[in-house]
């Protein structure tokens, strides 16, 4: 299946833009040749040649290129490739455990109609997902005041739950998709030769639904990652964030700023200020924007692969 999708052009191009994305996010210090640390640090005022100041932050595009800085002087640029990968992995590992989950359960007992499950997507089904993730997830961070934990531990709580959201439709979906599969004449056929379940899952049921996990695994990956941006505009972010305190003591600001790098974070902490510094906005999404495009490349390449092998 790889060697003949690599022929879609759509596929390759989609691919290619993701894996590029993710490669640069872990070595662009090397690549470009700069201190992780310090590209990282904040700005707080730009000078002229006499060492007068010129611009207070936040500084645009044009002032400090190529992205300008977010709203405490820290470059967009190194910001958003070194959380590429953030973004991208926790969208990978979330798409991957919400099929291998819901696959999981199907294949444990296929004759299964689920009906709990499905009259779970059916009563959540007009209630949008963000809503159910921010109601699960400020549980959570309500809790955290209570009963502090390890920001290893608190993302993979947060992605759980995530995961567990996503995994009732696809359990819906898989039910039919694994009985049409077991209901074919060699499948049948194949049991009644005296075959175990796990040879003809492996043999059989799997290469079947291979396209299709393929196809819904780059569709729950955009879903992720357009979940991520809404959560992120609600101020929960993925890894827990920190209060900080800015300003003098008379008149303190208080500031939340989240603990990983991932972008929806920065769209969470910026989007108040659309009209004073809209790159602080535009540029994560766009980021976000054409990250979902490169998905749906792939998803239209596989869609062309599955299109010509069928007829």
């Not at 199907?106 to 299964?112: E, F, G």
Request: hydrophobic letters at 50%; aromatic letters at 12%; charged letters at 10%.
């Amino acid at each position: 299946m790889i060697l003949k999708l690599i022929r879609q052009p759509q596929f390759i191009i989609g691919l290619l833009f993701i894996l590029s994305l993710l490669v640069f996010s872990f070595t662009w210090p090397n690549v470009l040749e700069v201190d992780k640390a310090e590209s990282l640090e904040k700005i707080d005022f730009l000078y002229d040649d006499d060492g007068n100041i010129t611009a207070f932050i936040p500084f645009s595009p044009s002032q400090v290129p190529p992205f300008g800085t977010d709203l405490y002087g820290k470059q967009l640029f190194y910001q958003i490739i070194d959380g590429a990968k953030y973004t991208i992995l926790i969208a990978v590992g979330i798409a991957f455990f919400r099929i291998f989950i819901s696959v999981g359960i199907v294949l444990i007992n296929p004759k299964s109609n689920f009906t709990f499950l499905n009259d779970i997507v059916q009563a959540t089904l007009y209630i949008p997902t963000t809503i159910l993730a921010y109601l699960f997830l400020t549980s959570l961070t309500m809790r955290l005041n209570f009963a502090p934990m390890s920001s290893m531990k608190l993302i993979m709580i947060q992605c759980l739950i995530l995961i567990g959201i996503g995994v009732p439709p696809l359990v819906s979906t898989f039910t039919k998709e694994i009985k049409t599969i077991l209901n074919k004449d060699y499948i049948i056929n194949t049991f009644a030769m005296g075959s175990g379940k796990t040879y003809v899952y492996y043999k059989h049921v799997l290469p079947e639904l291979l396209t299709k996990l393929t196809l819904l695994f780059a569709q729950q990956m955009i879903q992720t990652l357009i979940l991520l941006a809404h959560l992120g505009v609600l101020a929960i972010f993925i890894g827990g964030s920190e209060t900080l305190v800015l300003g003098d003591h008379l008149d303190p600001i208080l500031v939340i700023i989240p603990l990983a790098g991932e972008w929806a974070g920065i769209i969470g902490t910026s989007y108040t200020k659309l009209q004073a510094a809209p790159w602080i906005i535009l540029i994560p999404l766009a980021f976000f924007a054409v990250t979902i495009l490169a998905l749906n490349l792939i998803i239209n390449g596989i869609k062309n692969y599955a299109d010509i092998y069928k007829s």
